[in-house]
């Protein structure tokens, strides 16, 4: 079984802050990862050639630091690494279109591996879109995966409840955070990581001229102010004038 | 000059940070109040590579650099002191001992179960009455035919009523002082050699502390770990490597301290603000922030000479004496900070500060680091 795993190299979103004048995320100096997401795609790729054997490409559009990343993948027990170098501008449209170029490029695969959304920007896109260029089909937010030998049985998370689908080969499957834990790799599986090939495509020789379709005009972080507001007078006054405020501000009616 | 660490390094802090936070954090609390020793977890470090770290793969280590375990020790430690220490003991004395003058027979005997978290090594140099006067030990070892004869009492010896192997130094030639002392395996179970009284302790209490008894213990002739008679330099060539991640160890607490102070500050309100826009606490975290990366660096130099296969000695014992003497200051202004809750034992500092006390005084006191380190600059 031949299994690509789409990852995304992201901003550690929990230690980006908003510079408090613009309301602009602050990017410099804050580190990166893999999209948490895109691990428990890789996990399950690990299970599934446990069982099956086969070979393991994680795929990753970005830049080509993002290789200290994908290492990390290798090191949980990918067999190989590929970096495409996207365009300047790109948005999902080009991205999505790159990993499709580059996944007809690696050829030979049963099942593509995705997160549901990257915990970045979670349009949770890429996987149905991939699913389109490549012509196959898809199943999405899937909370469980039983990889059989020609057909997988998978079980999509539809909130309050779940629904089993089935599909042949090959398949693009997004997954959700539930499924799995991530492992963590040894100090000897990070070590032996450095052995394992990594290349890197020019995104322009895969698909030349892509330009974005969408235009991201701003980035801004939401911020919540606190209003302070402490009610001192004795229990049933301080609760009549909560409520007397909480109607004021239109929250209660 | 670089003062970055590698793409593995950087993987193997990050992946150890991720695994305390899993497995260790949740528990951590129970190991010092209940005294708990999770065997578990020491079965799952072993498969992360963490119960032979700088053993090389043959001998089933993870064969990582000095440095990174030194980062290992500081992430295990920030977490819990008590798996620090046992960590710390099992993989630079136990287990060093053996790897760095054991023979090609012993290390293949002993390092495979070792290194992979079934067995615990320790290491057994101070006694009643030889402490810091290491070198005036009076267990005695005497061969009798093929076996050699152990007689004597060790004590405070780290896992040593759990450990599966202990190296222990003893006199083989009363006539000399530090020139007549060997270093031998002995395997628990040995007739003749059992465990004493375990230690009420200050703090590190998850981890073992054990009194050794050996009433003529024989053991095999061949158990004798290096060349007779130069078991004592032996052994100071494994202190000075244990001074250097002891400083790590302190570095980790002094870490945990400093991360739980910068939350609780924050957080923390009086006279209608938090008390971290006080300059007074503020300065405190910043002395101890700026104060652990001074000692970190001095760790960091200590591991990479020893990797560079350079004398170490004076840079090992003062990595030691800054960061453990660093992080005790550290520990007791957390407590400060904190201040009642800091005092009380639903906080964790508290524990910190307890667990540190032992880094003054373990593999060389801070006096004793100071002698050393008075020699090595020509007093
Ligand atoms: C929790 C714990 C774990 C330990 N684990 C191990 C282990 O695994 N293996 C092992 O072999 N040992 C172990 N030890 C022992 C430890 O190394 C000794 O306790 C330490 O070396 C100090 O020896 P001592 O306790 O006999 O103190 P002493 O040597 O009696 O020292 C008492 C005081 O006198 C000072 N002093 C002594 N001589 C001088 C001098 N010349 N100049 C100035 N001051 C001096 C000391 O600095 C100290 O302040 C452990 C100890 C503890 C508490």
């Known amino acids: 079984m031949n299994i690509i795993v789409c990852a995304k190299q992201v901003v550690d979103v929990s230690e980006m802050k908003i510079d408090p004048n613009t309301k602009k995320p602050i990017l410099d100096g804050v580190p990166q990862k893999i999209s948490d997401i895109d691990k428990n795609a890789m996990e399950e790729a690990l299970k599934i050639k ?35 170098t996207p ?7 080009v991205v999505t279109s790159l990993l499709a170029e580059a996944i007809k490029k690696i050829g030979n695969y049963d099942i593509v591996l995705c997160g549901e959304a990257s915990i970045d920007l979670f349009s949770g896109q890429v996987g149905p879109r991939l699913a389109g260029l490549l ?32 599909s042949s080969y090959p398949v693009v499957i997004t997954v959700t955070k539930e499924i799995n834990e991530p492992r963590l790799p040894s100090l000897m599986q990070i070590l032996a ?61 | 000059m670089d003062f970055s660490l590698s793409e593995e390094q950087k993987l193997f802090q990050k992946t150890i940070r991720e695994f305390c936070e899993r497995e260790l954090k949740p528990i951590s609390d129970k190991i010092d109040k209940e005294e708990y020793f999770p065997w578990e977890l020491y079965k799952k470090m072993g498969k992360m590579g963490l119960m032979g770290m700088t053993v090389p793969q043959e001998y089933g280590g993870a064969g990582i650099d000095r440095v990174s375990y030194m980062i290992a020790l ?12 046992t960590i710390e003991a099992h ?57 050699w004869v152990i007689n004597g009492t060790k004590q405070f010896i780290t896992s040593g009523d759990i450990a599966e192997v202990v190296t222990v130094m003893a006199k083989t030639d009363k006539t000399k002082g530090a020139k007549g002392i060997s270093a031998f395996i002995v395997e628990k179970d040995t007739p003749g050699f059992k465990v004493g009284q375990l230690e009420d302790k200050l703090g590190l209490r998850g ?13 095999p002739k061949e158990n004798l770990l290096g060349e007779k008679n130069m078991g004592f330099i032996g052994a100071m060539n494994i202190l000075d490597r244990g001074r250097t991640a002891i400083g790590a160890m302190s570095v ?91 005092y009380t034992r639903e906080y964790p500092v508290e524990r910190y500060f307890r667990d540190i006390k032992l880094c003054e005084i373990g593999e060389g006191t801070s006096e004793v680091q100071r002698m050393v380190i008075a020699k090595q600059i020509g007093l």
């Open chain 1, 50 to 84: 446990e069982k099956h054997g086969g070979k393991i490409t994680v795929l990753t559009v970005g830049p080509s630091d993002a290789k200290e990343r994908v290492k990390e993948l290798l090191a949980m027990g990918a067999d190989e690494g590929v970096i495409v």
């Open chain 1, 87 to 93: 365009p300047e501008k790109h948005d999902y449209y």
């Open chain 1, 135 to 166: 012509n196959i089909p898809q199943i999405t937010y899937a909370q469980k995966i039983d990889a059989e030998k020609d057909k997988v049985i998978a079980d999509r998370d539809m909130g309050d409840k779940a629904v089993t689908v089935e």
């Open chain 1, 193 to 253: 990581a450095a052995n394992k090939p990594i290349n890197e495509w020019n995104g322009d020789s895969l698909a030349s001229g892509l330009t974005s379709i969408v235009d991201t005009v701003e980035l801004k972080g939401v911020s919540m102010e606190r209003k302070n507001i402490v009610f001192k007078d004795d229990i049933d006054e301080s609760v009549k004038q909560l409520v007397e405020s909480l109607v004021k501000e239109g929250l209660l009616r």
């Open chain 2, 74 to 85: 500081e992430e295990i430690s920030r977490v819990c002191g008590s798996t620090g220490l």
């Open chain 2, 91 to 147: 993989n630079s004395l136990g287990i060093g001992h053996i790897y760095e003058h054991g023979s090609e027979e012993q290390r293949k005997k002993y390092l495979p179960r070792l290194t992979s978290g079934e067995a615990f090594a320790s290491w057994a140099l101070t006694e009643p009455n030889a402490g810091s006067d290491a070198a005036s030990i009076q267990t005695t070892a005497v061969l009798d035919g093929d076996e």
């Open chain 2, 207 to 219: 981890s073992h502390t054990a009194e050794l008894i050996f009433e003529d213990c024989r053991i």
């Open chain 2, 252 to 342: 980790g607490i002094a870490r945990g301290a400093l991360e739980e102070c910068i939350e609780y500050a924050k957080q923390r309100q009086q006279f209608g603000r938090p008390i971290s826009k006080f300059q007074a606490v503020q300065w405190k975290i910043v002395n101890m922030a700026t104060e652990i990366d001074a000692a970190r660096l001095l760790v960091y130099r200590a591991a990479y000479l020893e990797d560079q296969n350079v004398r170490f000695t004076k840079e090992a014992s003062m990595a030691k004496l800054f960061a453990s003497e660093m992080a005790m200051r550290a520990t007791r202004e957390a407590i400060q900070i904190f201040g009642g809750y800091g």
